[in-house]
């Protein structure tokens, strides 16, 4: 082609040497045929080196570079033998290799591993540029990839385990699970359940969203569980609202405020032990004491517990809340009513003794001295420890200055001891204004008359046996007393010797007053002795 070329521009250079170009065209196409020969002869052997290269690109599976230096062999020598040998068996190979490639990037893509499957159909592409279903399979894959980076990137990552890390739909399922979780919290249970529904049409095993559908249906149930509890609360169907609340409480067994409103309906009810129970199981789920404390107390005092119940109901520095005031009183009256009633009756027993005893010493007393009182404490106390007729002076003295009966009757006695028995009568008469001494007093001062030989000993014992069948109260008779009658019971002559003496009567009547024995008609202190 050269050598033609330049034949062409010499003849037109030479257009007035017709013989010289004829001359020169013959020259130089001897010479190109000379160069064509040894061309075609060394072309050959250039040719079998580059398919040598072919051979040694296929061993390695290099396909691009085996294709590159079959072109250049073929170039070469287009008609070598060994090209198009070559030629059909690396079409083959080739053909062998993307098939194999499209077989293990459909099973990755199926089975959702995108980076495999992009290798894969890196590899095809790399065999045949021009194949135009891998390369849009690959630009698929690669936007895929592109979504899944992007759920990346808001949080949302599927574990490798899970054999579905490079699942777009999956990833979307789970984006879509993420929503329906907030509509779910957000209280749009209707929404939540209808993206869960949609999300298992598309990935009916996802666990996640089976779970989620039930907790969705679980809370539609207690939601119109609750409405109805509520109508029933505002309708005043206490029982019917108790049944609704059992049901929830079998649904959320912890849920401590459920506990909280069964029991201010059975309190309401009056069921004050079951209303404890449930009190109590919700302070054991984590409702605060302070929001229990004073139902507690409406059920101790319910149960009768009302020192319980006041003691929870009264204000603590703690805890917030107390009880109204009538219910403490009513709950302090009833813990201790027995006590009260007691405190009561002593407190009013107390005040009658001091309005008695005010009125019996302003009785004894009259308008004596306190220095008169003093002597006369002193006196007895001095009769218990020593005998009163040391000092029977100081007798006489109070007798007369007190005029009080017991003192009189004592005087008598002492006076019938010292033998004065003339003076001892007007003692004897003025102390038988007591009705406890009468009797005493009208015997001793028969005994005396009959001493004196009187005639009215006899009206005496009758007297004292009347008031002795009459019943006379008991009267105040100390040991001294005792002693002292003993002794002038001697000194007056009571004998066995005197027994017809003294009315058999009279007798008995003394006896029943415990100042002398009937067995021997002795005085009481030989019969002691005896």
Known sequence: MQVLLAVIVARKKCNKMPGICVCLLVFLLCITSLRVIAAGSAGNGTADLWLSKVEDAMKQRNFINAQAYLTRAKNLAPDHPGVKDLEERLSKEMQAAKDACKKLANFYRSSKDLPKAI????????????????????????????????????????????????????????????????????????????????????????????????????????????????????KGALQEAIEHLDRLIMMRPNDAKLYLERGQLLLRLKSFQSARKDFFSAVKRGQPFADVRLHLSECAAGLGEFSHAYALGSAHPNLPGVKTSNFLWLCYWKTYMAQIVLLGVALLFLLWACVVTFGQVDKFYGRRSFAVLIQTAKYLVYCYLQDPMSNPAQATFLAKQLRLPWLHYLNALILCRQGKLDASQESFQASMASRALAPRAYFMLGLVRRKLKQSLQEHDFEQMISLVLAGPPPAWTPEFLLRLEREVLESLGVTTTQREEISPVAVEAATSLGMISIASFQPYSQTQKG
């Open 119 to 234: 290798t894969q159909y890196q590899q095809i592409l790399a065999i045949d540029p021009n194949d135009a279903d891998s390369r849009k399979a690959l630009a698929e894959m690669n936007q895929q990839v592109h979504q899944i980076e992007q759920y990346h990137k808001t949080g949302i990552v599927v574990q490798a385990d899970s054999g579905r890390s490079w699942d777009a739909d999956f990833y979307s399922a789970v984006s879509q699970m993420r929503r329906a979780r907030d509509a779910y919290d957000s209280g749009n249970l209707e929404i939540a359940k209808d993206m869960v529904d949609q999300i298992l049409k598309r990935e009916k095993e996802f666990g996640e969203a089976k779970k989620m559908r039930v907790e969705i249906l679980r809370a539609i149930q207690m939601k119109q569980l609750l409405t109805e509890y509520n109508d029933s609360v505002n």
